[in-house]
């Protein structure tokens, strides 16, 4: 069985393919040669400006080629790269690259200002590298991220501490208390859990060595070509960008900042694109409007699979889109920065999966808190746990990864906290967080952490968020809100407020006030009855 180090195996790819397409992006297009040359000379960088094992290099950037060249050319230097939710404000970005010990960040020119305010707070950061955008100048204390990855190829990077499987990538994502967390991925594990360079549902087999893995794509022919619209700031971007790579394929992602679906639409047709990638309703919503619309604008033939990952994606979605694009394969998966392959729904035309319904994952099972496992059709409730490769915990936090990183029936089990029932036939029933952990639009918010935002405000004395149905993001945020006498709060000002010092996301879209939350006297709160209270007052329902 092969070990597997992300590096050595592009390395490999990168010989038998160089001038196939390894990442495009409106008009640049990089080759695997390009991306060799270009990862090399940045981990060489890396290495001179002091970076040693398993150095910390965080990315924070939008969706780019530099993106996964940060990612490669850390991999690469034996480095462990981290992603930045672009999102964040100053001091949840300074949280993430004090808590990943970040020694290197590679950062859009937008985010100069920002990172200005708090570099003097992470002495750490050995190597600021600057991507440029067009929106600002390169700051005085960082280097042009283009003048060191340009030039000549300086060949294979070799760090005398050596690659390993074991090396990792960090992946952040919310936790408990509002606050990031890095999941600790083995690049072993990791290249196992994304297919090992196959694809199951396309039935495209994993690779047994990376000599074996090299001799598969066809200089002569195109790869695999994906496009991950979501960002690749979380998991599922990544992941699956990692798998068009691991093909020997090419990414590609879009240049708009915002969500454009026909630039998404225009850019599938214009690179024959294989794969689409996609969060939910979010994405989803518009791309069946815009061809409910103009069913005949763009030639997606070329499309074989949309795959989605992270937040509800409907049945009536579903089936709609295969009305316009009946060849396609639409496959829905449930997992998490922690538990990649939970379960999977396939659609195809004339038979289109209902909503939170899945095929339990091969290495996937359902237990009761107590660590029994439920049995299929009994109606029992328990806790979805996945197996095999999973991570090692969760980077410097030895109490949560012990929550997380369970053991049952003598394994070793990741279970990220959702509860499921199993029918009878095996399908898998999501039911939901037992947390009251908000989704919106593939997002986690806590609502601890906007619920302090709010209380904040001198015209709140109380307040509690819930997360409302949402047809697009899959949930939004309402705000249940007790006001201060004489105070009546609109929600233009709290969720201005709450956009001052959390991500834009974080801010309320409904505000219900009420006259009083009603805390149990150890202060706690009965979320299901607050937010029973807002879906009636907005005339909605659960």
Known sequence: MSTWNFADAYEAIAAKVPNSPCQIQGDRIFTWADFDRRTNRLAADMIDAGLTKQSKVAAYLYNCPEYLETYVGAFKGGFAPANTNYRYGPDEVWYLFDNADAEAVVFHATFGQLLDGIRDRLPQVKRWYCVADGTAPTPSWAVDYDLVVDGENPGPIRPQWGRTPDDLLLLYTGGTTGMPKGVMWRQDDLFNVVGAGGNAVIGIPPSTSIE???????????GLVVLPACPLMHGTGQFTSLIALN?????????????????????????RVQILVIVGQAFAGPILDALEADPNRYDLSSLIMITSSGVMWSQENKAGLLTHIPHVILFDSFGSSEAVGMGGSVSTAGVASETAKFTLGPTCAVFTEDGRRVEPGSGERGLVAVGGFIPLGY???????????????????????????????????????GSVCINTGGEKVFPEEVEEELKRHPSVRDAVAVGIPDSRFGETICAVVEAEPGQEPTLEVLSAHV????????????LVTIDSIGRAPNGKVDYKRLKTMALDHLGLSS
């Open 499 to 510: 956009k001052s010092r959390l991500a834009a996301y974080k801010a309320p879209r409904h």
């Open 395 to 433: 980077y410097r936090d030895e109490a949560k990864s012990a929550q997380t990183f369970r053991v049952f029936e003598g394994q070793r089990w990741s279970v990220p906290g959702d509860w499921a029932e199993i029918l009878a036939d095996g399908t898998l029933v999501l039911l939901g967080r």
């Open 247 to 271: 093909a020997g394929g090419s990414v590609v992602t879009l240049s708009s900042r915002q969500f454009d679906v026909h630039e998404l639409l225009g850019a599938v047709e214009k690179h």
């Open 212 to 222: 074996e893995l090299a001799s598969r794509p066809d200089p002569n022919t195109p």
